[in-house]
Every structure is written in C-alpha cells, then in structure tokens.
C-alpha cells in the first residue's frame, strides 16, 4: 500500500483529530454504498480504512514513523538466505542450497571424487549428503513452491454482513475480485491458491492469503459476532425511562428503558449482531445508553440540580478509590 500519509492526505505533523477528519471526508466519499458497482471506489475505500488503521492508531503509527511496520501494518524483517536475501543462488528464484554454484579447491581431500571439480570437492555434492539438492541428482529433486504473498483488503461492515467482491492488487502485479463470504470475522484470511510467486523452474506458484479488515463503522463496534453500540439517550428518557428507537443492521427497532438507566448498564439485543454462518446463532447486540445533556443551557434545570447537589448528593466515582 502508497504512504499512508499520502493515502490521507495529511503531513507527518498532523493531529490525530486532524488525521481522523481527513480519514471521515475520504471514507465517506469512497464508501461502497454511496458508489455502487464501482469496484475502484472500493479500491479506494480499501486504501483509506487500512492507511487509518495505522494513522489512528497512536502505537502503530508511532511504529510506522520508526520504520518499525510497513504501510499494510507488517513488521520489516531480516529476509537473510533466500530470494533478495544476502546469499542468492545465481540464476534462482530464491530458496534452495545457497553455495550450490560454488565449488571448493581442496586438493587431496578425502571427500574428492571423481568428476567433483578440480580440487576433488564439490559443494554440491557436500550439501547432497545432509538433504540438500546435489548437482548430480537435480534431476530426481522435487520442485520447490513460489513464495505466497499477502495482502489486506479492508470493507464495510455492511459488506461483511451481505458478503462482497472486493478487488484486490497483489505484489505479484495481478489485480483480482474476490469473494468475500457473508458474516466474515474481522482478521480472518481468504487463501487463493496458485495466486502467489511463480516457483523456480517449473515449480508450483504459491498462495495469495488475504486478510479481511472490517472498516469501522460510525457507531458499531465489532467484537467477534457481537456488535457493540453506545446509544445517546435524553437526561428525562434516562430519569423516567420508556421506548426508545435503536438501529440495527437491519433496521430500527424498539427497547424499553428502564427507569434509572445509566452508562454503567448494558442491554443485550439477541441475534442483531452479526450472522455467524450456516447452523449458528448470530450475534447480539450489546446497547450501552449514554445521556446526552440538553445543547441549551436551562436555568431551571441548573436551579434544580443546585438543589439535589445540597439535598440529595452521591458519589458515582467511589468504585474508582
């Protein structure tokens, strides 16, 4: 994935509620739902949500900016033997006995053979004998497999519910559509077989594992199959109790509230989560009220509380010691 700064939009000095506006302008403009059937809308909506999974994150993008992660989250390693790594076969793909062009002049070594070199010794041979592939036996070796690749793909959570097609572009330079199953778990993997790195020779190409990033959504929270929600109640709806409207991912529906209700409360709506496949129950909906005070102040209002402050106080922090 491109910079995520550059994704964004936003400097390296940027805040993070500077980060996060330019992040709710982008996704809000490429959002699948508001550009359906255009799969590089989709693309981009993909870019934006991956490039704010590390940018709102403080700790990830603090990692970022030390070169700790690359732009898709992964750490930067160490590649050692191996394809791009420090010891490459000439004229291989990567993998394989790393000395296995080489030839040692050893002279009158015990382990000379005929036909093994000038010296006697041939590297080759050396690395046959401990289950490497020898020159003289190539023939008989095994193919080796290309290396897979990985990718992250990020949708909305409306996508993981209906299931989707997402459009996808490899390191391998292939761009693909894949289907996304309905009621996919956020972090889980799709394998596409034989999408990775061609192998050597004609060896096997690998697997492309694609990782499914949930986007987050303006008011759901996903833990698993559960969807979390923090519901804005009125101060009198909180005091007096009474039906109150929800959303859900199929629609509102109505809760009764009880007399009383506060944030420390949580109310379970069965089966409104998300749906977790074929023969299993879905989700639940876990509905947390949180009072919001009136936008106009109220002379009244601040008389009456005046009043409990004196004759009626408690403390809501206690537990806190």
Request: hydrophobic share 30%; proline share 7%; net charge positive.
């Amino acid at each position: 994935m491109r910079d995520p700064y550059s994704v964004l939009g936003v400097t390296k000095s940027a805040s993070a509620d500077e980060v996060k506006k330019a992040f709710r302008k982008l996704a809000k403009k490429y959002h699948p739902d508001q550009n359906t059937g255009d799969p590089k809308a989709q693309e981009k909506f993909s870019e934006v949500s991956l490039a704010y999974e590390i940018l709102g994150d403080d700790k990830k993008r603090a990692q970022f900016d030390r070169g700790e992660i690359d732009a898709d989250g992964k750490p930067r390693g160490f590649e050692g033997f191996g394809a791009g790594g420090p010891f490459r076969r000439g004229g291989s793909a990567g993998g394989g006995n790393p000395f296995e062009n080489f030839e040692f002049n050893m002279g009158g070594s015990p382990f000379g053979q005929a036909g093994a070199g000038r010296g006697g010794f041939d590297a080759s041979e050396f690395f046959d004998l401990f289950g490497g592939r020898g020159r003289g036996r190539q023939q008989n070796a095994q193919p080796q497999r290309g290396k897979d690749v990985e990718h992250t793909v990020s949708i909305s959570l409306g996508d993981a519910v209906n299931g989707t097609s997402a459009r996808v572009s490899l390191p391998t330079g292939k761009t693909l559509d894949v289907a996304v199953p309905a009621g996919i778990e956020d972090g889980k993997q799709i394998r596409l077989k034989g999408q990775g790195h061609p192998g050597p020779g004609n060896g096997p190409a690998g697997d492309a594992m694609i990782t499914v990033k949930i986007a987050r959504h303006p008011f759901f929270r996903v833990e698993g199959h559960d969807l979390r929600l923090d519901l804005p109640i009125t101060l009198y709806e909180a005091v007096l109790g009474g039906k109150v409207q929800v959303p859900t991912l199929s629609g509102k529906v109505e809760m009764s509230l009880p007399p009383g209700a506060t944030g420390g409360k949580t109310m379970r709506l069965r089966g409104k989560g998300l749906p977790a496949g074929e023969g299993k129950a879905a989700g639940d909906l876990l509905v947390t009220p949180r009072i919001i005070m009136p936008e106009q102040p109220s002379a009244e209002l601040e008389d009456l509380m005046r009043h409990w402050q004196v004759t009626r106080p408690y403390d809501p922090r206690k537990d806190l010691g």
